[in-house]
């Protein structure tokens, strides 16, 4: 991998403790693979089984939740140092309740989560403290949600804008 997207890993919260000559060395022990998309292809469909957790090394992706009316809602615009897929990657249904698509030009980091939920034979501990890193990073999403449903809930919109800013 280029240099450059090396040091940018290494900023990222996923690579968080874990040296910059270390990254390479956990990027082929995983299968990782480089993707690059044009604004407005498709990533994931919803439905679609996901595999592998994408990390946006440059551009946006959008998450987009479909209703049975053909209703998009746009759920979040994730940007560069952000993942995405980790929820259905890593649960037991493993097919995407939503569609995630590219909201700008990006190039994509894809770690299959089976490798990097299992360490490998060496128990490298870069190995061990990526999975931490993915855990905490799952952590860190399922509270900004609960935080959201705490929002959205609310019957007035003062309600939701003080629940909101108590939050803040």
Not at 88 to 93: I, K, R, T, V, Y
Not at 99 to 120: E, Q
Not at 135 to 144: A, E, R, Y
């Amino acid at each position: 991998m280029h240099d450059v997207y090396l040091k940018q890993l290494q900023k990222m919260p996923l690579f968080e403790g874990i040296k910059e000559t270390e990254i390479n060395s956990v990027l082929t022990c995983l299968g990782s693979y480089l993707r690059s998309y044009k604004k407005g292809e498709l990533i994931f469909l919803a439905g679609e089984s996901i595999k592998s957790v994408g990390v946006i090394l440059s551009g946006a992706v959008n998450m987009i939740k479909e209703d049975i009316w053909g209703t998009q809602t746009l759920i979040v615009s994730m940007k560069t140092g952000e993942i995405f897929g980790e929820t259905f990657a890593c649960g037991n249904l493993s097919d995407s309740k939503v569609t995630f698509a590219v909201g700008a030009d990006c190039l994509i980091l894809f770690l299959p989560y089976s490798k990097v939920l299992h360490s490998c034979s060496m128990s490298c501990t870069f190995h061990h403290r990526l999975i931490e890193n993915m855990v905490g990073l799952i952590s860190s999403k399922n509270v900004q949600l609960i935080e959201k449903i705490e929002v959205t809930t609310k019957k007035t919109l003062r309600e939701k804008i003080l629940t909101y800013l108590s939050i803040q």
